[in-house]
């Protein structure tokens, strides 16, 4: 495992415990040589990941599009920057830089990156780890309804498995290393 996608939240969130995990993940990332990919922006817990990932003197690589370039003031001190057109753009990039992808909280467009690397998982377009480090409890609401989307047999478990759920950086990298994929075959 080389680089990891880290999408998380362009603020800090409520709770202090999501910028500290923020910060865990970082020093969890460069202690294992591992290259941050992330939406390039300096604030929030995006800011934090990545400051924390170069202070521990690791790498950090930002994608953003030029629409937001300036929105989410971009990180300046990063490894590299890549800006592209498009959201479109900067998610495809994203996806072929990396070996796995990890969420952090976030609102929505946390979310859509998570579930479109995941949904791409679930029809084979990718082979690699999708996982949700659990700060604070944040997703256990988004647990429940996987586990009611499986009752109403929505999702198949083998593809709820797919999505790697921790309260630990270094717990969900360790289960990364040994991920496999599922079958392919939707209907079974």
């Given at each position: 495992m080389k680089r990891v996608a880290v999408y998380c939240g362009s603020s800090l969130g409520a709770s202090e415990a999501y910028k500290t995990g923020a910060i865990?993940?970082?020093k969890e990332l460069a202690k294992r040589n591992i290259t941050l990919v992330y939406g390039g922006s300096s604030i929030g817990l995006m800011g934090a990941v990545a400051d924390t990932v170069l202070e521990e003197g690791g790498q950090a690589i930002g994608v953003i599009p030029k629409l937001l370039e300036e929105r989410e003031i971009s990180?300046?001190?990063l490894t590299e920057l890549i800006t592209v057109e498009t959201m479109h753009e900067r998610k495809a990039k994203m996806a072929d830089l990396v070996d796995g992808f990890v969420v952090l909280?976030?609102?929505t467009g946390t979310l859509e990156e998570?579930?479109?690397v995941f949904t791409w998982g679930q029809i084979g377009l990718?082979?690699?780890p999708c996982g949700l480090l659990n700060i604070n409890h944040y997703y256990d609401p988004l647990i429940s309804?996987?586990?009611?989307m499986i009752d109403q047999k929505f999702l198949q478990e083998k593809f709820r498995k797919?999505?790697?759920i921790e309260e630990e950086p270094a717990a969900l990298?360790?289960?990364?290393?040994n991920y496999q994929a599922p079958s392919i075959k939707v209907f079974e």
């Open positions: 865990h993940l970082g990180h300046k001190g909280p976030g609102g998570f579930f479109e990718h082979k690699k309804l996987f586990n009611h797919m999505a790697i990298l360790d289960k990364f290393l």
